[in-house]
């Protein structure tokens, strides 16, 4: 049961121009929304959140849009630059007994070409 | 670095072997969890301990135990492994065990059972 789903595996994308990553999820219970990057032999790292009282945060060249009513959250990297190469993973977490532990997706290999 | 430290890094046995993968946990974290990632996989949730209780477990199985120390480092137990076990194993830690937790994750132990 697959209640985190980021559908894309890859995506390409030009130096300078907007990547744009997307996540789906089933789980309604879900109420806190996360964004991970890991790098080859690296453990993910942290790089936004938002909450389900929202439908968008913003963290320099980071934007998480939120569509509860589609449950569909997506990730945007304005402008991407070839550091951002990694795996991005969508997290969630939620509901009485989640006690904080997330649900992940996939991940998506997002490759930013110089 | 998260300041999530796990031992060791690499991990190569047989089949029908025991193996323990260590962590501890960033300064203050109280929480603890693991999740392993196999090839093509995502990350799947094992178990969560917080303050040395067991909060919450996942599709972990019979043949693997976990426990959380007074000093809070933990330790995930893989008894009668198969091939089928070779996977990153990772351990993540957070201050407590709400909703709104930001998991902070060690750099992974990559398990081969040959």
């Known amino acids: 049961d697959q209640q985190v789903k980021q559908n894309s595996p890859s995506l390409s994308v030009q130096e300078g121009r907007i990547s744009i990553l997307n996540c789906d999820y089933t789980?309604?219970?879900?109420?806190?929304f996360l964004w991970y990057k890991k790098y080859p032999a690296e453990g993910p790292t942290f790089l936004i959140s938002i909450s389900s009282i929202k439908d968008k945060n913003e963290d320099g060249r980071f934007t998480v849009f939120l569509n509860k009513s589609a449950k569909h959250l997506s990730l945007h990297i304005v402008p991407s630059q070839p550091g951002d190469s990694a795996v991005y993973f969508c997290a969630a977490s939620g509901g009485g007994t989640s006690y904080g532990k997330l649900t992940f997706g996939q991940g998506t290999i997002l490759t930013v070409h110089p | 670095d998260s300041g999530v430290t796990q031992t060791p890094k690499h991990l190569i046995t047989a089949t029908g072997q025991r193996v323990t993968l260590r962590c501890s946990p960033r300064s203050g974290d109280l929480s603890v969890y693991w999740y392993q990632q196999s090839l093509d996989q995502g990350l799947q949730f094992l178990i969560q301990y917080y303050n040395g209780e067991e909060r919450a477990k996942g599709n972990i199985l019979e043949r693997f135990s976990a426990q959380q120390f007074p000093d809070l480092h933990s330790e995930l137990n893989l008894s009668s492994l198969e091939l089928g076990d070779s996977a990153l194993y990772f351990c993540?830690?957070?201050?407590?065990?709400?909703?709104?937790?930001?998991?902070?994750f060690g750099s992974g132990t990559q398990l081969s059972v040959l």
């Open positions: 789980n309604s219970m879900f109420d806190y």
């Open positions: 993540a830690s957070s201050p407590s065990w709400g909703s709104n937790e930001k998991l902070f």
